[in-house]
């Protein structure tokens, strides 16, 4: 099976790939830019069952987090909670984010869409957990970050934590992409995993993975996920 790749960025194993062709028996598309909107891939995770931050227009969002106390209090709160949101309205993928308080969100993004802001730790520095699935085979990895919110921003570090027992069939879960990956949070004094970001072109440069899956077990894995015949049914109906 000859397989060609189109992409926006480069990663350590695409050397197993072609490039397009008339010859190519498949074409995987892997676009870190562009795919579903913040919005759509937060409805996404939650359609899957996994907790997700509140969000929202910045409105709703204020209003739903200070609905139940009165306004003297939702004054003096709106300058010390805070959110995390976009200057584009929809949230692209790639689109830079900034934290700020719920009155400066009002004051200059009424309308656009806003999520919580959910701090990992006493300091407000960035961790996060990512699951990784490649074909197969599932990772736990974890970032942080030294002095930022954002836990790949910064002075940030990034491992593999464990590997799970693979999968009998790529796609047998529903999972219909032969690579994915979803971020998790781990909400600082309430320890519940809130999933936050998911993707189908997740970096693999740098994080680790490349000492325990070669450039050609990766290639090897997406191939195999591609031609099984329960990842092309799944991915019809989806």
């Given at each position: 099976m000859r397989i060609a790749l189109?992409?926006?960025?480069?990663?350590?194993?695409?050397?197993?790939?072609?490039?397009?062709?008339?010859?190519?028996?498949?074409?995987?598309?892997?676009?870190?830019?562009?795919?579903?909107?913040h919005p759509d891939r937060l409805a996404y995770l939650a359609g899957l069952g996994l907790r997700t931050p509140l969000h929202g227009s910045t409105r709703q969002l204020?209003?739903?987090?200070?609905?139940?106390?009165?306004?003297?209090?939702?004054?003096?709160?709106?300058?010390?909670?805070?959110?995390?949101?976009?200057?584009?309205?929809?949230?692209?993928?790639?689109?830079?984010?900034?934290k700020m308080t719920m009155a400066e969100a009002i004051a200059s993004y009424p309308d656009h869409f806003a999520v919580e802001f959910?701090?990992?730790?006493?300091?407000?520095?960035?961790?996060?957990?990512?699951?990784?699935?490649?074909?197969?085979?599932?990772?736990?990895?974890?970032y942080a970050s030294a002095n930022h919110w954002r836990s790949t921003a910064g002075e940030t570090m990034v491992g593999v934590?464990?590997?799970?027992?693979?999968?009998?069939?790529?796609?047998?879960?529903?999972?219909?992409?032969?690579?994915f990956a979803i971020d998790f949070i781990r909400a600082w004094g309430r320890g519940a995993l809130v999933a936050v970001n998911f993707t189908t072109a997740p970096c693999l440069a740098g994080t680790g993975i490349e000492r325990c899956l070669p450039a050609r077990e990766v290639y090897e894995e997406i191939a195999r996920a591609l031609a099984s015949p329960l990842t092309s049914e799944l991915a019809q109906a989806a």
């Open positions: 189109n992409s926006d960025f480069r990663d350590y194993y695409d050397h197993g790939f072609e490039a397009p062709r008339p010859t190519h028996t498949w074409l995987w598309e892997r676009y870190a830019r562009g795919g579903l909107a204020v209003e739903r987090v200070l609905a139940e106390q009165p306004p003297g209090v939702r004054a003096r709160l709106m300058p010390h909670l805070e959110l995390v949101l976009s200057t584009d309205p929809l949230a692209h993928p790639g689109t830079p984010r900034v959910i701090p990992a730790n006493p300091q407000g520095h960035g961790e996060s957990l990512r699951y990784l699935r490649i074909g197969r085979r599932q990772f736990w990895l974890g934590l464990a590997e799970e027992k693979p999968l009998p069939e790529a796609g047998c879960d529903g999972m219909v992409w032969p690579l």
